[in-house]
């Protein structure tokens, strides 16, 4: 059936939205607004021209431009109205996103189809920057939790507000002989975990006040008892507009240990350097200096006579 020209009147041509008017087969196109989105410069380039003639053969959807538009054009006319998100082609053959609102309404005693266009370029945009932004930040944090677990430093991470751990990695449970359950809900506090009380109360006071501490020399107990000297960095994160600490540990304990060692043998080294770097032997009327050389592979004593014996006559 062929509908009859009609003529729509928009409220202003400076509307934003384009407001046509159609049959279930054609389009009545009518004012300034509908070709400036779609970039004509005549009302004659669409007037006539069913929506598939200005859209790209297929939806995103994958569904074709035609098949969709029969179905949303149906769907109006049984109904009262339909909304949908659509792709169309402007002047240059480009594609443009579309918000359509169709809206079933009698005119001049026939059945037509109202249908008010907007151009979502901006609103498509912004959510592709969202999407890709999203997928941005699952990937990151992928790579975070496979660092964080993988991580042979110790690495945990707390609320703020009541220290409580929220997540710990598998070195940290190691280290402590504990397993998640036994650690997570809990707070350092609760586990006995500083030997010290007020270093502890200490180094989180320093923490909100600078946001970042950087290898904290501190000594921890695990849950065997044994106290160990780690170094701790920390920082203040946002998780879910929520502060927390990440905390990174670093068991210096054995290191200490050698540094100790080394230190003694050292003062051991200069000790006996004083005692023992010349000492005389007297002998068979002879003077010797002995050497003593403090660390060789085998000990040796190197003897220097200082004078000549006398032969002594024989009886």
């Not at 179905?71 to 949908?84: D, L, P």
């Not at 230190?263 to 005692?275: D, G, H, M, N, V």
Request: glycine share 6%; proline share 5%; charged share 25%.
């Amino acid at each position: 059936m062929r509908a009859p020209g009609l003529q729509y009147t928009l409220i202003s041509e400076e509307i934003l939205s384009a407001v046509c008017p159609h049959a279930a087969n054609k389009t009545f196109l009518d004012r300034l607004s509908t070709l400036r989105m779609l970039g004509f410069t005549t009302a004659d380039e669409v007037l006539g021209r069913h929506p598939k003639d200005t859209s790209p053969p297929f939806q995103p959807s994958g569904e074709s431009s035609e098949s969709a538009s029969r179905h949303h054009i149906a769907e109006c006319m049984e109904k009262g109205s339909a909304r949908f998100d659509w792709v169309g082609l402007n002047a240059r053959g480009e594609q443009v996103p579309f918000e359509v609102i169709l809206t079933r309404v009698e005119l001049g005693g026939r059945r037509v189809i109202q249908a008010v266009i907007n151009d979502i370029s901006e609103r498509k945009k912004a959510e592709a920057q969202l999407r890709a932004s999203e997928a941005r930040l699952r990937e990151s944090e992928a790579r975070f939790s496979t660092a964080f677990h993988a991580s042979p430093v110790l690495i945990t991470v707390a609320r703020l507000k009541d220290k409580e751990f929220v997540e710990v990695n598998e070195a940290f449970l190691s280290w402590m002989g504990l397993e998640r359950a036994e650690i997570v809900g809990r707070n350092s506090e609760e586990l006995d975990l500083w030997a010290n009380l007020d270093e502890r109360k200490g180094f989180f006071a320093e923490l909100q006040r600078t946001r970042s501490l950087r290898n904290i020399e501190s000594q921890l107990r695990r849950r065997d008892g044994a106290i160990r000297t780690v170094l701790i960095s920390a920082n203040i994160i946002e998780i879910n507009g929520d502060p927390h600490v990440l905390g990174f540990g670093l068991d210096i304990t054995e290191s200490k240990r050698a540094e100790a060692e080394l230190q003694k043998a050292l003062a051991t080294e200069r000790e006996l350097s004083q005692l023992i770097q010349f000492e005389s032997i007297e002998g068979q009327g002879s003077t010797f200096t002995v050497r003593l050389p403090l660390f060789p592979p085998t000990p040796t004593l190197t003897l220097t006579p200082t004078h000549q014996a006398l032969d002594k006559p024989e009886s």
